[in-house]
């Protein structure tokens, strides 16, 4: 009998990444199940979530500011502020119970921490960009926004908020699990953070004396690239692509050390 060709590494790695796309695929189907199920729109309550908290706070802060710095409209000043910022508290508060909710999904070989985590992240920040979408397109009709003047920028800040999000999402996972007290803490935590994370305000406001200080927040950082990528007179001195770049890689190395580390304590029924 002859025996079969070994295959090469390239079909190899091609065959493993198919199969572990098919995994998330379904871990991210499960989730919108269990999350939204069927009834009334279904999964398009991932949209409807996001989209109906971005409209009310739009609108909030619109008519209370009546005005924005640079000429930029208000509207699409804080759509496009927080409904980036939403892929973060929404990733973010859902970390401290991920792991505890998902233990039974443990059982299967194929499924890892990092399987579950990832779509999980991938849900919400596919319903957040897609509510984005949604309202600013809405804006547009109502001529209340205008299309983004650098699109290139406003996508790759999202991009690189989603991986922030996701990498911060991997580390607070990891330690709520281990510790109810940090699980406690995490929900206030995504409050706090609001007022920090730039989405509500430019670096141009803050006080000169502050400005050097608040570069080292990466989330500072992406808010005024995504202000770049959608306002023509915003400026492009304050944003630090390759700097959040750097960050989100070693938080996301840290997240992924915590994550194999606390998978020794999952329990799998």
Known sequence: MSRPMPRSWPEIL??????QAAVIRALALRELQQRFGRDNIGYLWVIGEPMMLATVITLLHSVVAGHNDGGMSPYTFMLTGYSIYIIFRNTFNRAESALHASEPLLYHGMISTFDIMLAKSLVE??????ALVFLQGAGIMLGLSELPARPMYLFGAIMLFAWWSFAMTL??????????FLGRMVHPTSYFALPLSGAFMTMSVLPAWT????TWNPMMSVFEMARYGQFQQATSAYFFPWYVVTMATISTYWGLLEIRRVRAHIHVP
Do not use: D, E, V
Request: some cysteine; glycine content about 8%; aromatic content about 12%.
């Open 14 to 19: 091609i065959t493993g990444l198919s199969t």
């Open 125 to 130: 920040t596919i319903g957040c960009i897609s």
């Open 171 to 180: 580390i607070i996972a990891a330690y709520s699990y281990r510790s109810p």
């Open 211 to 214: 400005r050097p200080y608040m």
